[in-house]
């Protein structure tokens, strides 16, 4: 009763209760699901420009838009469970993580949507991993450098993409720690 006021006028409220006995929204969470978008061919929507990164636009891909099968066939290659220093900032925890997919959606217009799906993720690491794919796609980076940044952690001057066509789009959380039931989940009120 007292949120929605404050929420802007394109932002819903479906459901809000008090989370399980031990719940904490970081800590308790077994998965996240992000998604990032970006304009790999034709014009950005002007509806969509906040919210998408431009390829074109970023100095290091030389004004190159790397094509969309090529940034799929990269992503595919981070999904497994690795070390990912590479891949984040130094202020993060270093451990192994699971990325379980790493995938690219068209979603028409020339707007794409690399979603990457795992058990956890370090700071910045998705934007440095769909950055670093669309560098090594257009050239600014071999290939062979980008596999040895993931398979054995060694450095590389990767790109962080920036934060506009980032989504953190879902948290996953164990049965037992999970405030919403798999049945809401698929299917909210309201």
């Known amino acids: ?3 929605p006021p404050h929420l802007p006028p394109d932002l819903g409220l479906c459901v809000a209760r008090r989370p399980p006995e031990g719940f904490h929204s970081q800590w308790s969470a077994a998965g996240k699901e992000y998604r990032y978008r970006v304009q790999l061919e ?3 929507a002007e509806a969509w420009r906040p919210f998408v990164m431009e ?3 970023e100095p ?3 004004g ?3 094509e969309p099968e090529r940034v799929s066939e990269l992503l595919a290659l981070a999904v497994g469970r690795r070390d990912f220093r590479a891949f984040h900032e130094n202020s993060s925890l270093r451990k192994p993580r699971t990325l379980e997919s790493a995938t690219l959606q068209a979603l028409g217009g020339g ?3 690399a979603r990457l799906r795992g058990d956890g993720f370090g700071r910045y690491q998705v934007r440095y991993l769909v950055g670093t794919a669309l560098l090594t796609a257009a050239g600014g980076l071999s290939e062979e450098r980008y ?3 993931l398979d054995a952690g060694v450095s590389i001057s990767g790109l962080k993409a920036p934060a506009q066509g980032l989504v953190l789009w879902e948290v996953h959380y164990p049965a037992d720690k999970d405030p919403f039931p798999a049945e809401e989940r698929s299917a909210p009120p309201g």
């Open 1 to 3: 009763e007292r949120l």
């Open 42 to 44: 034709g014009e950005v």
């Open 55 to 57: 390829p074109g636009l």
């Open 60 to 62: 290091r891909l030389e």
């Open 64 to 66: 190159r838009v790397p």
């Open 111 to 113: 707007l794409y949507e």
């Open 147 to 149: 596999r040895e940044a």
